[in-house]
């Protein structure tokens, strides 16, 4: 190895070093405030809002975020839309691990997760993470409080119910450093075959888990792949996928439509609406299948 290349190597090294995360952040400015019912999603956003300087309401984020008085859902991606009217970017994906949580909130980026309320609990809820330290992380948790501290053990049991689903929301300006700390996974389709491999990697490690195969399901379904998706969220289904899991995702009615399984979405959407019968997702994917078996008959 030549002097020059051996300094050169020698320079990655300490650039990379220097670029590492420290080993501990807590991030200033996050403001909490203790949730409604079922709104943990507009107690969010008022906490990424005031991070970035903007104050809201809860009461006027519920108000502009849910569809109706008392609705028990609302979406990642109606969350993401709500931000952006206040000028801030967000991206929303999969497949999320602890140093990529790192990795954004050292550089300043508060982390919102959708995870489950509680260990064994099938209820969806929304946390961002704010900080760290070695094995453990710190939240705002609508529901258990502004300095919630779970163990990595922990964050892994209550994010796996959704995939590691994580959105960031950023100022414009800043995407550069946004890009840095998520390295390919800000590109949608790489996250997606990352999220793929992962699913591979749970199905194997955790074969009579329903997440793990919807997590599978949901990236082959990105990728394109629609009749192995729709067989795979059957997988998930008859392994028992509680009836309010369909409130709060519908990419198995997605592959389902898409492979002609019309029936199948059916039944399912009608055993869901009969407990949540405002959800307009669910009616969406009832009519679609609907209209496929009119037409087909």
């Given amino acids: 190895m030549s002097p020059t290349f051996r300094l050169l190597l020698m320079g990655l090294t300490l650039t990379a070093s220097a670029a590492a995360a420290p080993s501990s952040m807590t991030l200033k400015n996050i403001r909490h405030e203790y949730q409604g019912p079922d709104n943990c999603a507009p107690v969010t956003a008022l906490t990424v809002l005031g991070y970035h300087g903007t104050r809201v309401t809860q009461a006027a984020a519920e108000a502009a975020m849910k569809d109706y008085p008392g609705d028990p859902q609302v979406s990642s991606l109606e969350l993401a839309a709500y931000l952006g009217r206040f000028g801030l970017r967000s991206v929303i994906r999969y497949a999320g691990d602890a140093e990529v949580l790192r990795e954004l909130v050292s550089r300043g980026f508060p982390v919102v997760v959708q995870q489950r309320l509680k260990s064994g609990s099938n209820v969806a809820h929304f946390r961002t993470v704010y900080g760290y330290s070695s094995g453990s992380f710190l939240l705002s948790d609508p529901l258990r409080g502004p300095s919630l501290r779970l163990s990595n053990a922990e964050m892994t049991d209550l994010w796996n119910f959704y995939n590691g689903e994580y959105l960031v929301a950023y100022p414009p300006a800043r995407e550069g450093e946004v890009q840095a700390a998520m390295g390919d996974n800000f590109n949608a389709t790489a996250n997606w075959r990352n999220a793929q491999m992962r699913g591979e990697q749970d199905v194997k490690g955790r074969p009579s888990d329903p997440y793990a195969w919807w997590g599978l399901a949901k990236a082959?379904?990105?990728?394109?792949?629609?009749?192995?998706?729709?067989?795979?969220?059957?997988?998930?289904?008859?392994?028992?996928?509680?009836?309010?899991?369909?409130?709060?995702?519908?990419?198995?009615?997605?592959?389902?439509?898409?492979?002609?399984?019309?029936?199948?979405?059916?039944?399912?959407?009608?055993?869901?609406?009969?407990?949540?019968p405002k959800s307009k997702e669910l009616q969406k994917f009832r009519d679609l299948a609907n209209r496929a078996l009119e037409r087909e008959g």
């Avoid at 008859?238 to 979405?265: C, D, H, M, S």
């Fill in 220 to 276: 082959t379904l990105r990728l394109g792949d629609a009749e192995t998706a729709a067989q795979q969220f059957d997988r998930a289904v008859n392994l028992g996928v509680p009836t309010i899991y369909y409130l709060y995702r519908q990419e198995a009615f997605e592959a389902w439509t898409q492979a002609g399984w019309y029936t199948k979405t059916l039944q399912i959407t009608g055993r869901a609406l009969d407990a949540f």
